[in-house]
């Protein structure tokens, strides 16, 4: 189970950290993630990082602005958004790769909780 945290209402240019708590003993065997899904649109890939935190991926949208990273030893993975644009409104999933993938496509994820929202206004 996967549960986001974090989101809110913040001006163009503020920072935001979202939280994910996950349940269970393997979180540390899988590559984590965070997808959005603005208003009317579909859902696409944010951010993902390996099952040790060893490598990092980004859409070109956010690379340079957001960070994500991972505490196995608290099985939660976060993401920090800096100077934040109204165009990252969305609601931000917390979801988990399939066992053994890696990288920054969508099809790869296979599981995610419940969203968080961020709202930037301009």
């Known amino acids: 189970q996967l549960q986001a945290s974090g989101g809110g209402l913040v001006q163009a240019g503020d920072s935001l950290r979202l939280s994910c708590a996950a349940s269970?003993?393997?979180?540390?065997?899988?590559?984590m993630g965070w997808l959005r899904q603005a208003p009317g649109e579909e859902r696409e890939f944010v951010a993902a990082?390996?099952?040790?935190?060893?490598?990092?991926y980004y859409a070109d949208s956010v690379k340079g602005r957001f960070t994500i990273s991972r505490d196995n030893a608290k099985n939660t993975v976060y993401l920090q958004m800096n100077s934040l644009k109204p165009e990252d409104t969305a609601v931000y999933y917390c979801a988990r790769q399939r066992l053994g993938a890696t990288g920054a496509m969508l099809r790869d994820f296979d599981s995610w909780g419940q969203g968080t929202l961020v709202t930037v206004s301009s």
């Open positions: 269970g003993r393997t979180f540390s065997s899988y590559g």
């Open positions: 990082i390996g099952w040790n935190g060893g490598r990092t």
